[in-house]
């Protein structure tokens, strides 16, 4: 049996055809769509490197049925820049060396942009370390991570920017 779903992914409306109803977003992303941006490290919901915002809210697409999320608007890492101009999240993570092997930072930039969007972290390290805290760096690079978390933060709210792309 096949399933018909319709995404709209990083912009683009995207007809697709399900073989297997059990497939997850993140194995439609990566080997069906080659959307590798998005890494798959545990499979079980426990690391965050999956993430990605449906709707505009943070998922781990490991754990997301694709179809379950028929109609969603998906963004990924591939669909945060503007050409070669990176996302303010992107740049700050750049400026405060907030990642070292870099397996994790898809995941990590998309959680932070999701939270960032949210409006919930403030200005307050202790609440953007919690608020990330579903996305583990086996690096550590934890300090530079909240850093630029912060900083972008700071840098969209002075020019205005509060939506993800
Ligand atoms: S791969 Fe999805 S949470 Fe680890
Ligand atoms: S930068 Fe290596 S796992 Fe985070």
Do not use: W
Request: net charge negative; glycine share 10%; proline share 2%.
């Amino acid at each position: 049996m096949s399933l018909s779903i319709s995404l709209t992914i990083n912009g683009a409306r995207r007809s697709i055809e399900l073989d297997d109803p059990r497939v997850t977003l993140l194995d439609l992303l990566r080997e069906r769509l080659d959307l590798t941006g998005t890494k798959k490290g545990c499979d079980r919901g426990q690391c965050g490197a999956c993430t990605v915002l449906v709707d505009g809210r943070r998922v781990n697409s490991c754990l997301a049925l694709a179809v379950s999320h028929d109609g969603a608007e998906v963004l990924t890492i591939e669909g945060l820049s503007d050409g070669d101009a990176l996302h303010p999240v992107q740049a700050a993570f750049v400026a405060h060396d907030a990642f070292q092997c870099g397996f994790c930072t898809p995941g990590q930039i998309m959680s932070a942009v999701g939270l960032i969007a949210e409006g919930q972290a403030g200005d307050d390290p202790e609440r953007v370390r919690e608020a990330m805290s579903g996305n583990l760096c086996r690096c550590a690079a934890y300090k530079g991570i909240t850093e630029a978390v912060l900083d972008a933060q700071r840098q969209m709210a002075a020019s205005g920017r509060k939506e993800a792309a």
